[in-house]
């Protein structure tokens, strides 16, 4: 076995995010590593029971470690949607018991979950039941102000008994009332040593961590610690960083991609997907505006590809006009 095979899958992942992990984010995440588990946006039973299943569940084939993350609580639901991504091709299956926002809790799932371990372990137990692949769980480490660690040790341990194996763990407290969820990803106060005690209690089994992690150092740190790193937000806002991973953390061969090339790999996808689905490119280069973060010219060549007055040209002529630096004033 190479060095590179030897790591955990959940060693470097992008973390589930609502609006922006969609396929065409995830096709860009995909060019940028080899390695890293991409995850879904979450996805409802109910969206999946009861609407479109193609719209949610469609991914393109070279996404490939892909994970899809469930939001729901009914074990019997869980297990009819958790068959689902199977038989669409996901490689695992991922509970959320982190989401904080008022509207899931409405739906009686994301973190109020972590208010019901057994309800989770049930919900496991059924979809480990139904399919032959992973399923996990992503949760945080409380629920509003209570911070007593057993809680969460609790959680873990219930749920293991159920048979899951791998815990993804935001390393805050979810604030159910009085703080939005863009408040909840920076208020609660990060408190990494939870996540590490979790994995000296439970060596078993597979804990990866979650929250405030943005350079290579610090996912070297915590590394150290625990079995792998999720990483959102700088993930998103900085793309290139991706480029790094499969080197740094799994012992694969440096990425030789040039930014050029990446950009031209991202057109022709947009023209692929215009093509097979109607999907203008402005769905899609979106995702791909921090790919020059730090780099001269960056604000021109974002500026370019957000411009909405050039929704009527190409995406090869977008590209053309990002790549002609204007005039100097």
């Not at 900085?238 to 740094?248: F, I, K, M, R, S």
Request: proline share 5%; glycine share 8%.
């Amino acid at each position: 076995m190479t060095a590179a095979a030897s790591h955990s899958p959940w060693r470097m992942s992008v973390a589930p995010m609502l609006d922006w992990t969609d396929r065409h984010c995830r096709h860009l995440h995909r060019l940028l590593s080899r390695r890293a588990l991409l995850y879904t946006e979450m996805v409802t039973t109910g969206a999946l029971l009861h609407g479109d299943v193609a719209r949610h569940l469609r991914f393109n084939v070279e996404e490939h470690p892909v994970a899809l993350q469930l939001g729901g609580s009914e074990p019997a639901d869980l297990a009819r949607a958790a068959r689902l991504g199977q038989d669409w091709g996901y490689d695992e299956i991922n509970l959320n018991c982190g989401c904080p926002s008022e509207r899931v809790q409405r739906g009686a799932f994301g973190a109020c979950l972590m208010r019901e371990p057994a309800l989770v372990a049930d919900g496991v137990k059924a979809m480990r039941d139904a399919v032959d692949i992973p399923v996990t769980v992503k949760h945080r480490i409380g629920i509003d102000r209570e911070e007593s660690y057993a809680f969460v040790r609790d959680f873990v341990g219930t749920v293991a008994e159920a048979g899951c194996r791998v815990f993804i763990v935001h390393a805050r407290n979810a604030w159910l009332k009085g703080l939005s969820p863009k408040e909840n990803r920076d208020i609660p106060p990060l408190r990494y040593g939870v996540v590490a005690q979790l994995k000296q209690d439970f060596p078993q089994l597979t804990i990866a961590i979650n929250g405030g992690i943005r350079d290579s150092a610090a996912v070297a740190g915590q590394l150290a610690q625990v079995d792998g790193v999720m990483v959102g937000r700088e993930a998103y806002h900085n793309p290139w960083w991706l480029t790094q991973w499969d080197a740094q953390f799994f012992g694969a061969a440096p990425s030789t991609l040039t930014h050029q090339e990446v950009e031209a790999q991202m057109v022709a996808y947009m023209q692929r997907e215009a093509a097979e689905h109607g999907t203008h490119w402005y769905a899609i280069a979106r995702h791909m505006l921090g790919l020059r973060h730090g780099l001269p010219g960056a604000r021109h060549w974002r500026q370019t590809w957000s411009n909405h007055r050039l929704k009527d040209f190409s995406a090869q002529e977008v590209s053309q006009i990002a790549n002609t630096r204007p005039a100097a004033s």
